[in-house]
């Protein structure tokens, strides 16, 4: 195979012209260094090279001036459009209008088009053949059947159209005036420029050859035009008989029309050839389920890549920039060096998430004489960043945890900075005249740390020039006032399709690039990725505020030529190409189904290539066993933990009512958390779960009815809760303080959910109060104070005494009862339907705080022996507490428990049960049945539920 | 002459797809060159948008190929188009030639994606920004909202009030005072239609700050004074009674007298007591008011005419007014924050810039709605002249309402438009799908001389069995279920089923007819044990109907006797949980049947989320417990999964957080070195590293799952911020989005709901669990908007949750409404299920008796069924009935003789490679001067002009071209404008240096650009070459120390330059900062 540009560096060493006096121009940078390799592939002595360029610095070069970069361009055409405006939006939203206008200018100076005529309002016919006498009748009849589909609107929608129209007239010529006076300019405009006056072009010191070109716009046209004609200049083409004859063929498209061309026309040679046809190249098209699945066959494929082979023969095109990664993932080993040439976006980038989040911190930050604080949000996501993580992981997770632990909403800055690290370095406090200058200081500072990882070293310098120039553009304007929102949206805005250039160099290896990249190139084995439809050819269509006729009038390019340029890039692979892969994703975005390309339907009709094939990937699954452990002896021995040793007073360890209840909604949880000893994760900052809610109910309550020291008990009557009252608030508050240390005097900020937390609880003590006080006088003589009982059960071993305890929210006396009770805030109901229910697993309504509540008062019993008062457990359950009947004590059957004594036989018997049931060795751990246990359960993700 | 408008209702199986490519065809055949481009055709999915395109082509391809007379569709196409055999061919394959070639104008899309086109060419008019994406998870941007929203209580003190007023609410009503969760509840409903077509009335009322409380107030002083007049009500009554000498049971009825009910009046949950039915009907009678010979008949008499009859009277009117501002009660706190969520939207969307994917109808009709057709064309590039819009049934208002005026347009030139549609397999209207559009209201809206209404009749799918049962089901049960509803809910059913359903009827085709096999149908039905109905009396999530799991599995023994290849099996259920439960018992038999020859292999919706794979929750602990290390339970995950797939046998210490098993500690050991370096990798690297170092690559199981995790993780990154946290956060929340593809031919049997089976065809189709709740209550309850008036007149929009209690209230249309629709919903559920069968339909269902009467309650699909099939169903020509009353099964048809059937599947050899490699090494880069490279940052850091200078001197012509690379570059933002305007002192300070101006000297040809290329391709560039008549002259500048290597190169420069030019050569080395030029 001989590369077309191969053909092109013999064609001119043997015209025998000295190749020093050449200035050979090309599409793109990258064909000219192709060039130069093939060159130095074919001499057999030193040679003087000819001097390559590409088209765009031809021209800026007879132009005498470079193009200004697109921000600063925008940034101009706001300002002039300020001034054509009434109530013009910000620049931020401005932005993308500003670009898409942008675009539509350097289109319309490329393409020559008659400005004033285009932006004119042109409402009568009459003036069509005035104004526009110059076009074809074709060209006229397009705008007149626009304008007559104007002329039907109605007043309101008119205006609307013609308002904005019109200011992107004047906005035109406004727009040239203000960049000339600064100096500045855009590249359509530098084309122009040039083009309308080939007659000043000054007679060239070297022949120019251009080569491999396929659309001009119509000012390269005329300046290539004239070269051919006055300066004798010469083009090669890389064409093929195979589009250019068919007239349906977009991909010869334009060349059909410079083959008509007086000019152009006679440049072409005599004979084209037809290699698509006659050569028979492999071509091999193949489907596959998923768009990453793509890489897994291209690792594959080139796996056969013999290992003799040049790999620089080889390619691999991706339409999609985004699939560079997995393909780079996916190499295998036989791949030694490799070279990457195409744009990847920024916005992937992990730089990009990582400025754009400390954009976030400084848009919350927030300083109070002299405190300096952030919103906890941004400050956890940043210390979870690699890049916070990778300068001090300890210190990042420390601050994570202090600030998870102790509920800081406003982060105070010494929490999080650390002298002389990245952390002082991101946690400042910038105002807004030098957020820019912050921002580029990470970058450097980034780019110091990480100079090893060439991918990195690439986003940090990509984002550091382009934040390097929005510093620039407000500092020239003087635009002190920089918001922090504001520079979040542009910066947003800017690097959204910011994209990073991979520049490979030099060519050695297997290539990788995009679809524009590989211009001009020439590969024995190819391999194009996502060969969709709206990959390639790419979808979207032309965005313009131009409409369509009016642009096909003015003769700007339309989604034809835009397609034609694709379809000539792919066919023009397939020139020399011996061996071609077209792998396609039949899924898309999101999983949606994605079509294959218009180019493999085309091929298989008209070559014709065979029928896909489809690659599957195997769709078994690992079968998810049940989870069921038998109990060994080292989780007997764990177990044996509970029972308390002879002798001695307590157990190490004790069974909570809520171990209890555990263990009979599903027997692996409470292995899980009792037995391994997994802790359940801890919650996030801004919510509170129910758990957390019982605490601070718990603690706001105890507060209020605390028992003085040295006092074993406290009565309560109507006029101490009158005086209580008032101070459910501040309990409130202390507990809060309390739950996430809060020192005495130290803010206590809450976030909106807190605060709302805070008010229900608020309310809910304030009733418990006032049902209190209703019922008349009570004396308290245990506030949340632990209790601890024995109970024998028999085991294999003998009989054993097991450990339980629980804390009890509230023992009190009134008239007579030993009340023992319980707050609740879900659902929990005071009615039992019988003892037995309080241990039948399968009971869907098995009533999990009457369990505990009876559990509570064997324990009063236990520890109170001599207690001669009947005891009467209750639940003061939110739920039902504001009705005016409301009564907390449990209910049996039809009947309330009036004393737990009368029931106590009964309820150990069951608990014994229930306890001989976990110390068995046979009875193993395992699931529960009932799944909807499973939907609060910590474990669900290692259980597999 | 036929209308332009066509009107196709295509019933199931009626060839749907042919009609609509015969009908694309038709117009596209017309003219081969631009008729398809004038054709837009509308489908309602993506798929059904590609197999549409496919379909057409592959037809296109096949005619251009060969033409055969006697296919129908090819003789309509000639018939129609008047055209012969040779004729048609060339046609085609024009026509399918430029369709190609002209891709982009092939118009078959879904209605979503055209209307987005338009709404980008109307952008700046319609006032959005230029770059939006379009958002199609509501979901996500909700939760957004709900969050932002109460983060805002701090600073609206009127929202906190509200917020706390609510969560209060909820409390009492034993749910979790986390009110995000009741918010987001009815917070979607900001996203649909049926809310949206108020947004008048909500913004004149609800929108204006204080409304709602005022309403809030009058609510709950209606009830109040209501509450009031009940207890004064009862006051007088007990006043009447005593001053007449009566108790309660002197009335007629004694113990159970009506009169009780006066002891009800006042109560604060319900102050007025109902009328039943027979106390509506006897009441007004004052003779019902004693028994005949009751001595007190006089004492009654005058009781009544002293008030109590009055009061009675009084009761429907008080209870309807008390029914209607309690209903409205339910919603109203969340509704409070209506007006804050649409607020917040907006600004949400601003600041993103997004459109929501829900927001697209709207823009769109009113695009539609202010420009004229013509003018859209121009705005949008095309100009579409024939509709044809496909799924008709699912269109919506508004939808409907944006299409219309284009459809109109083209109608009054005389094109062809096309809609099609079957109202009876309308499943959609949760999603704002309205039927009436097909049902009616087109026809009603376009002028009839347009209209053209056709029947597609034919079935060319099931079996003349199949058909002709199906025919006789859906021919009776409209009328079993209107009947039903009306009894049950005492409403008019206004004939809406018998209407969607008639001309229900198919015929065979001629050429099944002769068929020996005509089909097999079986029914199985039981009756309901007590224990499953109490679960639905309290309206609480359906329990799945056990009973017909454990004839399933012989079900499936002897369809595979019958030849029958396990793809060809389908079960079709109600909801996904229905499904889960179904798949997992299939599970459970193909444990334990190992060793059979039979298969039970499945696949369901559930069993293909990504998340069920061991492999995909091995790298999930992994990640997990990456974003956070002290997190035991996901490094627990991560050991536990690895265990799993890498086949080490579960154990205590795998559990235990101390622990670890022999087999895991090297592996642990490992990740806690690596810890760090994984911590900073970007996202899509560590997953692919993870999936490497936890064995699953090499394992290669779960392929799929696996990698439609990476698919994940790869469309994730590519539109957010792709940092761990927010990955593990999005992927909790949406990993029941993510299926893995299965491939159309493997096999094993398909569990799939009914809204996912519309559209599909199978040999069997199997209906485990026929039996459900027609009318959703409880949590399931749907939400309804009504116009409402207060008695004070304030006048609004309410959410109102449909519950019985509207019945009696002034809302009682829309509550009827619901009621009928449901009804038609089910009746359209079994359509569609029934109709999915070619061959064979077995269907499993429960029914129940209620209490009282031994009748069967309309209410459950269940019991409609059980009554249509035990009370004499008979079909066809056999007319036999086959309703066995023993075993309560209703069985037809003969199988045929089994035929043995390839079930070879074509073997398909994966070649992928999975392994992953470490490629940085192996990555060449360019680089510049100043760049990140640890050189570049040196150089940026001393302020090292040289390296600078050096690179723009090896590119530039002269002083001028050197300038304008300084400005190029400063563009580029490689430095500040102050670095610049340094390094252009520095430039104009060296050329300044006459000798330095010499070597820029334009009368001299110079050949800096070119360099000189050696034999294979090396160049040697020295920065400046310049020849003069009588010799050549070498520069070459250079930075930092003096070097004699620097004095080699420059002397090899010169001889090359010596040979090339045969000239004698000069050579300089010029030294930068300082300046420093030395002669060689
Ligand atoms: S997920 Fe379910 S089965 Fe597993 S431990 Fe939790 S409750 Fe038990």
């Known amino acids: 195979m001989t590369p077309f540009l191969k053909e092109t560096a013999k064609a001119l060493l043997d015209s025998g012209r000295d190749l020093k006096d050449i200035r050979l121009v090309l599409p793109n940078r990258r064909a000219g260094l192709f060039f130069t390799k093939y060159l130095g592939e074919l001499i057999d002595q030193p040679v003087w090279m000819p001097e390559v360029l590409t088209i765009e610095q031809l021209v800026y070069q007879l132009a005498g001036n470079t193009p200004t970069d697109e921000l600063t361009l925008v940034f101009e055409l706001y300002e002039e459009y300020r001034q054509l405006q009434k109530d013009p939006e910000p620049f931020d939203r401005f932005f993308h209008w500003g670009e898409l206008i942008l675009k539509d200018f350097n289109d319309l100076d490329q393409f020559l088009a008659p400005v004033n005529q285009v932006y004119a309002y042109l409402a009568e016919i009459k003036e069509f053949e005035t104004d526009l006498s110059f076009l074809t009748e074709e060209q006229r009849a397009l705008i007149a059947q626009f304008w007559k589909a104007f002329e039907r609107q109605n007043e309101t929608e008119k205006e609307r159209f013609l308002k904005f129209w019109q200011i992107l007239g004047l906005l035109y010529q406004g727009f040239q005036a203000r960049l000339q006076a600064n100096g500045l300019a855009y590249s359509g405009q530098l084309y122009r420029q040039v083009a309308e006056n080939t ?15 396929n659309a001009f716009t119509l000012a390269e046209e005329k300046i290539i035009t004239h070269y051919l004609e006055v300066h004798g200049a010469s083009i090669f083409w890389d064409v093929d008989r195979y589009y250019l004859d068919d007239p349906l063929q977009e991909a010869g498209l334009f060349f059909r029309d410079y083959l008509k061309d007086p000019i152009l026309g006679k440049t072409f040679p005599e004979k084209i050839p037809a290699e698509i046809k006659d050569k028979g190249a492999q071509i091999h098209t193949h489907s596959i389920p998923l768009k990453t699945n793509q890489a897994n066959l291209v690792g594959k494929l080139l796996e056969q890549v013999g290992a003799d082979e040049p790999l620089e023969e080889t390619v691999i095109i991706l339409p999609d920039e985004q699939l560079l990664f997995p393909v780079l993932h996916q190499l295998p080993e036989v791949i030694a060096k490799l070279n990457v040439t195409m744009g990847y976006p920024m916005r992937n980038a992990p730089i990009y998430a990582f400025l754009d989040a400390v954009l976030d911190l400084q848009r919350y930050a927030k300083s109070k004489e002299g405190l300096v604080t952030f919103y906890h949000k941004p400050v956890l996501d940043l210390l979870a960043y690699s890049y916070l993580q990778s300068a001090d992981a300890t210190w990042a997770s420390g601050a994570t945890q202090k600030i998870q632990n102790e509920n800081w909403v406003d982060v105070p800055l010494d929490l999080v900075s650390k002298e002389n690290t990245l952390f002082a370095l991101v946690f400042q406090k910038v105002g807004s005249d030098s957020l820019l200058d912050y921002l580029l200081a990470i970058i450097q500072f980034l780019a110091k740390e990480l100079q090893e990882d060439p991918t990195q070293k690439s986003y940090l310098f990509q984002a550091f020039k382009q934040l390097n120039r929005v510093k620039e553009i407000f500092q020239a304007r003087g635009t002190k006032e920089l918001k922090v929102e504001f520079l979040l949206s542009l910066f947003r805005k800017l690097f959204r399709d910011l994209k990073l250039p991979f520049e490979g160099e030099p060519l050695q290896g297997l290539q990788v690039m995009g679809v524009l990249e590989s211009r001009n190139l020439d590969f024995k084995r190819v391999i194009i990725c996502d060969v969709n439809e709206g990959s390639f050819p790419p979808g979207g269509g032309i965005q313009s505020m131009i409409p369509f006729n009016l642009r096909k009038a003015f003769r700007l390019p339309v989604q034809e030529q835009n397609d034609a340029i694709y379809a000539y890039t792919f066919y023009r692979l397939l020139h020399r190409a011996e061996e071609v892969h077209l792998i396609y994703a039949t899924s898309g975005e999101q999983g949606k189904s994605s079509e294959m390309s218009r180019f493999i339907q085309q091929m298989r009709v008209e070559l014709p290539i065979a029928k896909p094939q489809s690659v599957l990937v195997p769709v078994n699954l690992t079968p998810n066993q049940p989870i069921t452990l038998e109990k060994t002896p080292a989780m007997l021995t764990s177990l044996a933990r509970y029972f308390k040793p002879a002798g001695e007073e307590t157990a190490e360890k004790r069974f909570s009512a809520s171990a209890l209840n555990m263990y009979l909604d599903c027997r692996l949880r409470f292995y899980l958390r009792y037995v391994a000893e997994l802790k359940e994760p801890e919650e996030v900052v801004t919510t509170i779960d129910p758990m957390t809610f019982g605490t601070l109910l718990h603690k706001g309550i105890e507060l209020l009815y605390e028992i003085p020291e040295e006092e074993t008990f406290r009565d309560i009557d109507g006029h101490s809760i009158d005086r209580l009252l008032p101070q459910v608030p501040a309990a409130v508050d202390r507990a809060f303080r309390e739950l996430y240390k809060k020192q005495e005097g130290e803010e206590l900020l809450l976030t909106g959910q807190l605060q709302i937390a805070r008010e229900v609880l608020t309310k809910y003590i304030e009733a418990i109060l006032s049902y209190d006080k209703k019922n008349g006088d009570f004396r308290v003589i245990g506030l949340e104070k632990e209790q601890i009982a024995h109970l024998s059960i028999e085991t294999q071993e003998g009989t054993k005494e097991v450990e339980l305890g629980g804390v009890i929210d509230r023992v009190d006396i009134k008239d007579g009862v030993v009340r023992l009770l319980d707050y609740k805030t879900g659902k929990d109901t005071k009615k039992i339907s019988s003892l037995v229910s309080l241990f039948d697993r399968d009971d869907k309504k098995r009533n999990k705080a009457g369990m505990q509540t009876f559990l509570y008062a064997f324990f009063y019993q236990y520890q109170h022996p001599d207690n001669q008062f009947p005891l009467k457990p209750g639940i003061m359950n939110i739920k039902e507490i504001y009705s005016e009947d409301f009564n907390p004590f449990l209910q049996l059957g039809d009947a309330e428990v009036t004393d737990y004594r009368d029931f106590a036989t009964g309820f150990k018997e069951g608990l014994r049960g229930l306890l001989e049931e976990i110390m068995d060795p046979l009875v193993p751990f395992d699931q529960t049945e009932d799944k909807k246990k499973c939907s609060y359960c910590a474990y669900q993700e290692l259980c597999g539920r | 002459m036929t209308k332009p408008f066509l009107l196709y209702r295509s019933s199931a199986g009626s060839g749907k797809t042919y009609t609509l490519t015969l009908e694309y065809l038709k117009l596209a055949l017309k003219n081969p060159k631009s008729g398809y481009r004038q054709i837009l055709a509308v489908t309602f999915t993506n798929k059904a948008t590609q197999e549409m395109k496919e379909r057409i082509v592959e037809v296109l391809e096949r005619l251009s190929r060969v033409v055969k007379p006697g296919e129908s569709l090819d003789a309509e196409l000639m018939r129609h188009l008047d055209l012969d055999e040779e004729q048609l061919m060339g046609r085609s394959r024009m026509t399918l030639l430029h369709i ?94 049926r809310f949206k077509a108020f947004r008048a009335v909500f913004q004149e009322s609800v929108g204006k700050a204080g409304f709602l409380p005022e309403l809030k107030g009058q609510i709950s002083s209606v009830r109040q004074a209501l509450i009031v007049e009940g207890k004064r009500q009862w006051q007088e009554a007990e006043d009447i009674r005593i001053r007449f000498g009566l108790e309660w049971t002197d009335f007629k009825g004694s113990s159970t007298s009506f009169a009780k009910k006066f002891g009800l009046l006042g ?82 969307k601003d600041e993103e810039g997004i459109l929501l994917i829900s927001d697209v109808n709207d823009f769109l009709a009113e695009i539609t709605r202010e420009n004229e057709a013509p003018f859209l064309y121009e705005k949008i590039g095309n100009q579409y002249q024939h509709f044809l819009i496909d799924e008709f049934q699912d269109t919506s208002e508004f939808q409907w309402s944006s299409f219309k005026p284009l459809l109109e347009n083209s109608l009054a030139s005389g094109h062809t438009n096309l809609l099609v549609g079957d109202v009876k397999q309308s499943i959609y209207r949760w999603r704002g799908g309205k039927l009436e559009l097909l049902l009616s209201e087109v026809q009603e809206q376009i002028h009839p001389d347009f209209v053209e209404v ?53 015929e065979v085709p001629e050429f099944k007819k002769g068929e020996t096999f005509k089909g097999k149908i079986h029914l199985e039905f039981a009756e309901k044990t007590s224990s499953d109905k ?84 091995c790298v999930l602990g992994f990640l997990t417990y990456l974003s956070a290390p002290s997190d035991r339970v996901a490094l627990k995950t991560l050991w536990q999964y690895y265990a799993l797939v890498h086949g080490i046998p579960l154990s205590h210490e795998l559990f235990f957080v101390r622990g670890l098993p022999v087999e895991l500690q090297a ?138 209690l509207l019945k009696d209230s002034h809302f009682a249309g829309a509550y009827n409404e619901e009621v009928r629709l449901s009804y038609l919903d089910s009746l359209n559920m079994l359509y569609v299920a029934f109709t999915r069968a070619e061959e064979a339909f077995y269907g499993f269902s429960t029914y129940s008796f209620s209490k009282s009467k031994k009748e069967a309650s309309p209410t459950r699909t269940g019991n409609l069924l059980y009554s249509l099939f035990s009370g004499g169903f008979q079909f066809g020509e056999e007319g036999s009935s086959s309703w066995n009353a023993e075993s309560l099964t209703f069985d037809w048809g003969q199988w045929p003789a089994v035929v043995p059937r390839d079930g070879d599947e074509p073997a398909h050899a994966p070649a992928l490679r999975w392994e992953c490699m470490d490629w940085k090494s192996k990555l060449q880069t360019k680089t510049y001067p100043w760049d990140f490279s640890s050189e570049g940052i040196r150089a940026r850091e001393q302020r090292d002009f040289g390296v600078v200078i050096h690179d723009i001197l090896a590119a530039a012509q002269g002083l001028e071209d050197a300038l304008r690379l300084v400005k190029e570059y400063t563009f580029d933002g490689r430095w500040e404008a102050d670095i610049a305007a340094q390094i252009t002192l520095k430039l104009e300070q060296l050329f ?89």
């Open chain 1, 199 to 213: 007659g000043a072009i000054a007679p060239p010191d070297k022949q120019l050859v251009f080569v491999g070109f």
């Open chain 2, 100 to 193: 190609l070639h002209g891709y982009g104008h092939f118009a078959v899309s879904t209605i979503d994606s055209f209307f987005q086109k338009v709404i980008r060419s109307f952008a700046r008019e319609m006032d959005l920004q230029a770059k939006f994406d379009v958002e199609m998870d509501t979901d996500a941007v909700l939760e957004k909202l709900v969050d932002r929203i109460v983060e805002k209580v701090a600073e609206d003190p009127a929202l906190r009030s509200w917020l706390i007023d609510y969560a209060e609410e909820q409390l009492l009503d034993g749910k979790s005072w986390d009110i995000r969760v009741g918010i987001k509840g009815l917070g979607k409903e900001i996203f649909q239609e």
């Open chain 2, 267 to 348: 109560n604060p949950k319900s102050p007025f007591p109902d009328h039943t039915v027979t106390m509506h009907r006897d009441l007004p009678d004052i003779a019902n008011w004693f028994t005949k010979k009751s001595p007190l008949e006089n004492a009654i008499r005058n009781a009544h005419a002293a008030g109590l009859g009055e009061l009675v009277y009084s009761w429907p009117e008080k209870v309807k007014v008390w029914n209607t501002y309690t209903s409205l009660q339910k919603n109203l706190n969340a509704f409070g924050v209506f007006r804050n969520l649409i607020v917040e939207l907006r600004d949400l």
């Open chain 2, 454 to 506: 056709k029947n597609l009749s034919v079935n060319y799918r099931s079996l003349p069995g199949i058909i002709a049962f199906n025919n006789s089901v859906f021919e009776q049960l409209p009328r079993l279920m209107e009947l039903g509803m009306e009894r049950h809910y005492g409403l008019d059913p206004e004939n809406k089923l018998s209407q969607a359903f008639t001309g229900v009827s198919q």
């Open chain 2, 534 to 617: 109490s679960a639905e009396d309290e309206g609480e999530e359906e329990e799945v109907e056990l009973g017909a799991l454990d004839k399933l599995p012989m079900l499936v023994m002897q369809l595979q006797d019958q030849g029958y290849a396990l793809r060809d099996i389908a079960f079709l259920v109600r909801t996904n949980g229905q499904g889960a439960v179904l798949a997992d018992a299939f599970m459970e038999v193909q444990r334990t049947q190992i060793g059979t020859d039979y298969r039970f292999a499945v696949l369901s919706e559930e069993s293909l989320f990504i998340d069920k794979s061991s492999a995909v929750k």
């Open chain 2, 667 to 804: 592996k642990e050991a490992e990740l806690l070195q690596r810890q760090a370096s994984f911590q900073q990798m970007p996202l899509l690297e560590l997953v692919e590293q993870g999936l490497t170092f936890l064995g699953l690559t090499q394992k290669q199981q779960d392929l799929s799952y696996v990698s439609g995790f990476k698919e994940a993780v790869f469309d994730y990154v590519k539109k957010n911020r792709a940092d761990l946290l927010g990955f593990l956060d999005w992927w909790e929340l949406n990993k029941k989005k993510h299926t893995v593809k299965i491939p159309e031919d493997h096999d094993a049997m398909r569990i799939l709901t009914i809204h996912k089976a519309k559209g599909l065809q199978f040999k069997v189709v199997v209906m485990p669990f026929m039996d459900w709740g027609i009318v959703s209550s409880g949590l399931q309850a749907p939400i309804l908007w009504a116009p409402f008036e207060a008695e004070n007149g304030m006048q609004t929009v309410v959410p109102l949750t449909h519950q019985s």
């Open chain 2, 992 to 1080: 300044a240096l006459p000798q330095v101006k010499s070597w820029f000297d334009p009368d001299f040809p110079t050949l800096t650009e070119q360099g000189i290329l050696v034999p294979g391709g090396i160049q040697k560039r020295p920065d400046r070459i310049l020849i003069t008549k009588e010799a050549a002259l070498v520069i070459d500048f250079k930075t930092g120390v003096k070097r004699d290597s620097h004095v080699v190169q420059v002397k090899e420069y010169m001889a090359l330059v010596r040979t090339l030019t045969k000239l004698p050569v000069k050579g300089y080395l010029c030294y930068l900062e300082p300046t420093e030029i030395i002669a060689l």
